[in-house]
């Protein structure tokens, strides 16, 4: 085999594990891969199918998402069931532990807002901000959350 040949592999191997439209940032989501332009992590979105939501409604209630964002995400899924698994899996505990971890940010459903906003909770996002669909690192959101701007 040629050194040309084995590069060729390698790339190819290499961007087997790529999926577009999806990008993980160890200062945004923990480092979770997330649809890019958001903090939306692929297994939020996987977990909500499982759990019956349509795409229709995924699309409704996460309105910076794109029907192509859900195509990516399942395509990661695919390539990353382990991965995806252990961070569903991850939450899961976690939310047993603390019985609820929230962010500040696109993880939370569009109705959700609307329904805390409905019973008079200071709610504010980072599509309120302008910041939506920009991958805001963690540090950023936790200064929004402290009453600071990202």
């Known amino acids: 085999m040629t050194v040309l040949q084995q590069s060729i592999q390698w790339i190819v191997r290499d961007l087997g594990d ?65 991965e995806i698994e252990q961070q569903i899996r991850e939450n899961e505990e976690d939310s047993i532990k603390n019985m609820a971890k929230l962010y500040g940010d696109e993880n939370f459903p569009l109705p959700v807002v609307d329904e805390l906003r409905r019973l008079e909770h200071d709610v504010i996002t980072l599509q309120d901000t302008g910041k939506g669909e920009q991958g805001v690192s963690d540090e950023a959101v936790l200064a929004l959350q402290k009453g600071g701007r990202c």
């Not at 019956?52 to 995924?58: F, H, I, P, Y």
């Open 18 to 82: 790529a999926v577009p439209g999806i990008e993980s940032n160890t200062d945004v989501c923990g480092g979770s891969p997330c649809i890019v332009r958001t903090r939306i992590p692929v297994w939020v979105l996987e977990q909500g199918k499982r759990l019956g939501t349509s795409e229709a409604d995924l699309l409704r209630c996460y309105p910076s998402l794109r029907a192509e964002d859900l195509t990516n995400a399942w395509a990661y899924v695919r390539t990353h069931r382990a």
